[in-house]
């Protein structure tokens, strides 16, 4: 085998968008980002009004398989709280 093909590759990295929406309360998004993607508060406000003024921002960077965990669990928390806050993840460049 070449010596390229056995070399170890770090794995392909996923980021967690999270997308504006204009029901959801912002205190709620501040409360997910802190407690799904261990953010301080200061921290969890600046991405929640990025996203808020943006539509879009950058909750985290994970390996496929956490992004997808982190999507879901997202999700699962809008639903029980009745929000209609969605993410998605995308792969990183
Ligand atoms: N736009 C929402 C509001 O004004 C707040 C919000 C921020 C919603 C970020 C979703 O991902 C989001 N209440």
């Known amino acids: 085998m070449e010596r390229r093909a056995q070399r170890v ?4 990295m996923y980021q967690v968008v999270m997308l504006n929406d204009d029901y959801t309360p912002m205190e ?3 409360a997910v980002l ?8 200061e921290t969890a406000t600046q991405i929640m009004l990025k996203i808020h003024l943006d539509g879009r921002g950058i909750c985290g960077v994970f390996p496929r398989d956490i992004a997808a965990t982190k999507v879901d669990q997202v999700h699962q928390a809008a639903l029980k709280a009745g929000h209609p806050l969605q993410a998605t993840l995308e792969p990183v460049e």
């Open 34 to 41: 802190q407690e799904l993607f261990s953010k301080d508060r």
């Open 9 to 12: 590759q770090p794995p392909k």
């Open 28 to 30: 709620f998004v501040i």
